[in-house]
Structure formats: C-alpha cells, structure tokens
C-alpha cells in the first residue's frame, strides 16, 4: 500500500506538470498571435535593432550567420561585432520555420521568460521554503523593471535564463555529476550572447559554492570540475569562433571587440576615475531602488539585519551570496565610460527576491496571502499573461 501511495503522489506530480507545460505552451501561443495580429513594433531602440539584424541574417545562407552587417541600422554599416551572434541564431532560425520576421524575436523573447519564470524558484528553493520560492515566480514578475522588459527582443532575459541555470546547474551537480554539462552549456550561452560579461555568471557561481551550504548527500568536487569545464570550454569556443569568423570575413571578431568593446570602455587610470565611478555607483544603486520597488526597501532592512548579526544560519548565507553578486556587477562596471541600466539585470530580480522573502516572513497577512495564492499552480502563467496583455495594449495606445 504505501508503494502505491508514493506511485500515485509521483503521477500526480507527473500529471500536474505536464497540465503546467500545456498552460505555458497556451499562453506563449496566444500572446504570440496576438503580437503578430497586431503587427507589434518595439520602440526600444536595441530591440528593434536586434529584430531588424535576425530578420536580415535569416535571409542570408547559414554559413555566414556568424557575421551579421548593420545595413543602415544606427546610420551605421559593415560588420555587426558590437557582441557575439548569440541573440540572433535562435529568432533567424524561428523566421526559417515561417514564423513572421517582425515578430520573432519578441515571441523567442517570451520563451527565454517563461525559462526565466521556471528557474528562479528551481534556484531559490536551496535557500528559502518552497511556499516562498513559488511565490518569487508570480511575485518578481511584478517587478517594474520586469513590466519594462516584457515585450523585448534584447539580450537581458536570455542571460538571465543562462545565468540562473548555471546556478542550479551548479547546485545539482554537487549530488549528480551530470549536471556539469547544464553548466558548461549555460555559460557557453552566456559567452555566445554577450561574451566578456559571461565572467558575471561564473563569479556568481563560485560564490554559491564557497558560500551556500549544500543540503544534500555529495561532495563540491563536481560542481567545481564544472565550473573549470565550462570556462574550458568557452575558450574552445572563443577560439573556434574566431577561426570561423576569419575565414567567412577575412577579418578578426577579437581584435575589434577587444580593442573597441573592452578596450575602450573603460579608462581605470583616468584622473577622475575615482569620481566617474562613484557617479555610476549612484546611478546602479538608483537603478535597483526602482526597477527592484517595492521589495528593495524590504532587501536593506534584510542586510541592514545580516550586518547587526540578526539573520543567523542558512539565511545569512543566502544574504551574503546576495549581497556580493550585486556588489561585483556595481563596482565591475561602476569605472567604464558607459553606463546602463540593462547591464544589472540579473540585480534586480536578486534584491527583488531579497525583499519579497523578507517580507513574506516579517507580515503574517502577507505570508498568509501567499500561502493561498500557493495552492494554484497556474497562477505565474496568470500573472505573465495578465502582464503581458498590460504591456500589449500601454505600447499599442
């Protein structure tokens, strides 16, 4: 009998998914008719640019996808090396299967949000109650910055996906070998899309492993082999993409993203450096109070908390994982010559989850909402699709 218990929970679990896989497939399919029926444009000037460059490199053979041209984007012509094709492979691909140009890769966009919207809890589970780590996948989606970036075609959602999954890849593989792979595919992700920055997920990564505490039977080892391999091999594949770009260009990718996108962004021994970076230290901490509202204000309590030594144990850790990833995204990028909001992306919905946690376990009433809400699992495709219709119609208006 109790085996059959335990097969009956294991179906239902297995039923439950397969009902939220088909909700989520409903609802991407649907908001993708809709943005085609309306003919959606993006007024965001990096997403239209990254529309208009797939658009283009899907009319072209495969063989020259790895060098998309700019062709009057921006004023600007020749060789698109402003970042790694990554962004557009998928969306040029999507066109091939008829899927309308001006569209797609908005509707590509939406896949890398619901990966987005799955892998947050998956991670947050490992410091916080599972109640709490299902509520961040309904609640950060009412974030401001996530209302900002719903409808886009840029690169912040799929680093988002490919920073998260390295985490939980990272965690599961500290009990499951196999899962190294997850993480030398995600930071290859990382790499292929925005090349230099990809330093940002492995930094978090590592943090997690000297930091979090594993919560199961295993051993560090793993996981540790998996973040060497995967910085193994992103060097393989810079190198493999600079021979391909070579031959199909006759021109270096490195040499003009080194010198023009790495070389050029900052100026660390400037006179007024010091000053310049405290102007965008400003700046990104501004960033954060607002994209982040209103559980920013509840993430200072919390680290006002770790630093009078209130939080204790697992949370406290969980702070401190916190606390440092934003610090090393801030003071990173806090010297280079220019600044954007976007570059933090993966801050905002850390110090979202930060205070959004701080809450539910610090107000009874809102702990008690939560805990019902719970109960319906459709709930996060409810919110994306209720977001998604919000922002629809205020960019249609």
Not at 77 to 106: D, K
Not at 155 to 164: D, G, T
Not at 309 to 319: D, T, Y
Not at 335 to 360: C, H
Request: with cysteine; net charge positive; charged share 15%.
């Amino acid at each position: 009998m109790p085996a059959l218990l335990v097969r009956g929970a294991a179906d239902d679990r297995s039923l439950e998914g397969m009902k939220i896989v088909l909700l989520w497939l409903g609802a991407v399919a649907v908001a993708a008719a809709l943005l085609v029926a309306a003919g959606f444009r993006s007024s965001d000037p990096d997403s239209a640019l990254y529309a208009k460059l797939a658009a283009a490199l899907s009319t072209r053979p495969v063989d020259r996808w790895i060098a998309p041209e700019w062709g009057g984007e921006w004023n600007l012509q020749g060789p698109f090396r402003e970042h790694p094709v990554g962004i557009l492979l998928l969306p040029a691909a999507a066109m091939r299967l008829n899927v309308p140009p001006e569209q797609a890769s908005y509707i590509v966009n939406m896949l890398y949000q619901v990966a987005v919207i799955l892998l947050i809890p998956a991670v947050a589970s490992y410091v916080v109650a599972s109640y709490e780590a299902r509520t961040l996948a309904w609640g950060l989606q009412l974030l401001p910055v996530a209302f900002a970036y719903r409808i886009r075609a840029n690169q912040e959602h799929p680093l988002l996906m490919a920073f998260l999954a390295m985490l939980y890849a990272t965690e599961r593989a500290r009990s499951n070998p196999a899962w190294t792979l997850l993480t030398v595919a995600a930071f290859c992700v990382f790499v292929l899309i925005k090349g230099a920055f990809a330093m940002f997920a492995f930094v978090a990564a590592a943090l997690w492993l000297a930091i979090i505490p594993r919560t199961e039977g295993g051993s560090d080892r793993w996981a540790w082999i998996g973040l060497i391999g995967a910085v193994a091999a992103s060097v393989l594949l810079v190198v493999g993409y600079e021979a391909i770009y070579v031959r199909t260009t006759g021109e270096s990718f490195l040499e003009f993203y080194r010198s023009r996108r790495l070389g050029d962004s900052m100026s660390l021994f400037s006179a007024g450096v010091f000053q310049h970076s405290l102007v965008n230290v400003w700046f990104y901490i501004q960033r954060v109070l607002w994209f982040a509202a209103p559980w920013s204000l509840f993430a200072i309590a919390a680290f006002w908390a770790l630093a009078r030594s209130k939080v204790q144990g697992r949370a406290a850790r969980a702070l401190t994982w916190a606390g440092l990833i934003a610090a090393v995204y801030i003071v990173v990028l806090s010297p280079a010559l220019v600044r954007a909001e976007r570059f933090i992306f993966p801050v905002y919905f850390i110090i979202g989850a930060v205070g959004l946690v701080t809450a539910l376990r610090r107000f009874d009433g809102f702990s008690q909402f939560a805990a019902r809400a719970d109960r319906y699992s459709w709930l996060p495709i409810a919110v994306w699709m209720i977001t998604f219709l919000l922002s629809l119609g205020s960019k249609l208006i």
